[in-house]
């Protein structure tokens, strides 16, 4: 079955860098556009960063273009974030995410704060 394994998330004052990854199984990896949503409780989920199949094509939110940077590693099946000045506006938790056949398909998020 698909699985999808966030990790890499804490706590980083303002203007630091994080490094998220997405550990991908149960699917042809390679196969799919890979994004990253965030979420801020009370709030919907927001689409972060898509990446397509192959990495050559890469989308972003308005709010972290020019900040934030989506990646893949299709050898290893492993899907990155990395996000460099960050504000306390980034705070949210961070999610995996995938479409199969119009099913949607989440890791279990990994919380992101920022905060001095």
């Known amino acids: 079955q698909v699985q999808l394994v966030e990790s890499g998330g804490g706590l980083v004052h303002p203007g630091g860098s994080l490094r998220l990854s997405c550990a991908a199984s149960?699917?042809?990896?390679?196969?799919?556009?890979m994004s990253w949503y965030r979420q801020v409780p009370g709030k919907e989920r927001e689409l972060v960063a898509t990446?397509?199949?192959?990495?050559?094509?890469?989308n972003y939110a308005d709010s972290v273009k020019g900040r934030f940077t989506i990646s893949r590693d299709n050898a290893k099946n492993t899907v990155f974030l990395q996000m460099n000045s960050l504000t306390s506006e980034d705070t949210a938790v961070y999610y995996c995410?995938?479409?199969?056949?119009?099913?949607?398909?989440w890791g279990q998020g990994t919380q992101v704060t920022v905060s001095s």
């Open positions: 990446v397509s199949r192959a990495g050559s094509i890469t």
């Open positions: 995410h995938v479409r199969q056949v119009s099913i949607d398909y």
């Open positions: 149960g699917f042809t990896f390679s196969a799919y556009f």
